[in-house]
């Protein structure tokens, strides 16, 4: 597709509920990223896959969350038990890095989640 | 552990002026730096970047300045325009992971 695509562009799930979460990146770009912003708050990174390295993992704040990436394409991220805290828009974004590595990324319109 | 801060969380310049966006980073490995702007409802979208080797960045009316001794970038907008208003993101990477650590925004308010 031309840009990031993610979807629902909305959720509004009951408290306890697992929600599945997907994000189709721009075609051929190796790098995925995850990240959530709450109500007034900034962007904070959840998970970050590239190529074929393992991914980086490091931002996610439990074990109720956890993501995968079939080999450069369509991500999911989910998250299980939601709580209410989880309520945030989570958004997706894509890049293609050179041999440096450095490089903007591109964001989807993210999705919102409502946890209630 | 906030890698990228961005202090001030709101900003409001007159149209016509210059809006000063700041930024300060923690990890010395960070080697590329971009801002971003973010509409309401709409993903963020790229800017302008600058790599470490570089101190300035200059597209049109958004110029980028690096102080790596001081850890410091900051974004100028010149003249500023009330399409300008938006939250500003602030973002620093490695260049061995490419990893994008984000600042936590400036709402920026251009008033006509």
């Known amino acids: 597709g031309a840009g990031v695509s993610q979807s629902p562009s909305n959720k509004v799930t009951e408290k306890g509920k697992d929600v599945e979460l997907r994000c189709d990146p721009i075609s051929g770009h190796t790098a995925l990223y995850w990240y959530r912003q709450r109500l007034g708050q900034g962007l904070e990174f959840l998970i970050y896959f590239q190529g074929n390295s393992a991914p980086d993992k490091s931002g996610l704040p439990s074990d109720r969350f956890s993501a995968e990436r079939t080999g450069e394409s369509v991500s999911t991220l989910t998250i299980q038990r939601t709580q209410q805290e989880d309520s945030a828009v989570y958004l997706c974004a894509s890049s293609s890095p050179g041999r440096a590595m450095n490089t903007e990324a591109f964001f989807g319109q993210g999705t919102r989640l409502t946890v209630v | 552990d906030q890698q990228v801060k961005q202090n001030s969380p709101s900003l409001s310049v007159q149209e016509g002026r210059i809006s000063i966006l700041n930024c300060d980073y923690t990890?010395?490995?960070?080697?590329?730096f971009l801002w971003y702007k973010k509409y309401p409802a709409e993903g963020p979208t790229f800017l302008i970047s600058?790599?470490?080797?570089?101190d300035k960045n200059e597209d049109g009316r958004f110029t980028v300045f690096l102080n790596k001794s001081a850890k410091h970038l900051s974004l100028h907008i010149v003249p500023s325009q009330p399409g300008d208003s938006a939250v500003y993101f602030c973002?620093?990477?490695?260049?061995?992971?490419?990893?994008?650590?984000f600042g936590q925004g400036t709402t920026l308010q251009v008033k006509p």
């Open positions: 973002a620093a990477s490695e260049g061995n992971t490419g990893k994008l650590i």
């Open positions: 600058i790599s470490s080797i570089k």
């Open positions: 990890n010395s490995m960070f080697d590329y």
